[in-house]
């Protein structure tokens, strides 16, 4: 199974464009597994996970939107468990910004700042909370969300490290209480009470996160 990484190494699913065309083949028949027609299957995915909810997705339908026929989903995953987990696994982890900003709470503001981008998208909002919901339906999509779960973690892992090594926090801090704190309180806000969140709202979750971080 061919596993497609795009060169953004990020949502560009997340972008509106073209449907990409139909597949072509070489004179001897043999399939051309096309970066293209696998980025087009990716969006068309998440569409129809945003409209009708995992459990409904229809694999025809998919492959209709990206103009391609059902075998182009087929020669690159068995089935519709391994396309969505390979689709959550491509998009999870870039979700949010970790990388160092000069203090604890800059990298949580860029954190939030980027993570909110996410969540204002339609699709996002649409799939996310249907993915918790069918985490407690069924547990097929535990395994990919624990995969995913588990980096964005050791991403934040260090985080808090430069936080500690700046001296901002205590090196004796809950770790795991610490990283559940912080995408929190966006995510109530905006997925849960489905309410905006601007850029004076990010500051003061910020603000409030550092003070928690500190009492963890």
Excluded: N
């Excluded at 199974?1 to 509106?16: K, N």
């Excluded at 160092?100 to 909002?125: Q, W």
């Excluded at 905006?190 to 969140?197: C, D, E, L, Q």
Aim: aromatic residues 6%.
């Amino acid at each position: 199974m061919e596993r497609y990484r795009s060169a953004s190494h990020g949502a560009a699913w997340m972008e509106r464009k073209s449907i990409d065309g139909k597949e072509r083949r070489t004179p001897s028949g043999a399939a051309v597994i096309r970066p293209d027609l696998t980025e087009a299957l990716f969006r068309a995915l998440f569409e129809e996970w945003a409209d009708v909810g995992y459990a409904a997705i229809s694999l025809e339908r998919v492959a209709a939107r990206a103009g391609a026929g059902k075998a182009a989903i087929y020669r690159r995953w068995p089935g519709k468990l391994q396309f969505a987990s390979d689709a959550i696994e491509r998009v999870g982890v870039d979700l949010g910004e970790f990388s160092d900003h000069g203090s604890l709470e800059a990298d949580i503001i860029a954190y939030l700042a980027k993570t909110r981008r996410a969540l204002r998208h339609p699709l996002v909002r649409r799939i996310v909370p249907d993915l918790a919901a069918e985490r407690a339906r069924s547990g097929d999509l535990a395994a990919a969300l624990d995969r995913v779960a588990a980096a964005r973690r050791a991403l934040g892992e260090a985080l808090l490290d430069r936080a500690v090594a700046r001296g901002e926090i205590s090196a004796g801090i809950d770790r795991e209480l610490a990283l559940d704190f912080i995408p929190s309180p966006l995510y109530w806000r905006m997925i849960v009470r489905g309410r905006p969140a601007g850029r004076a709202d990010i500051a003061r979750h910020a603000a409030a996160l550092v003070a928690a971080l500190k009492a963890c």
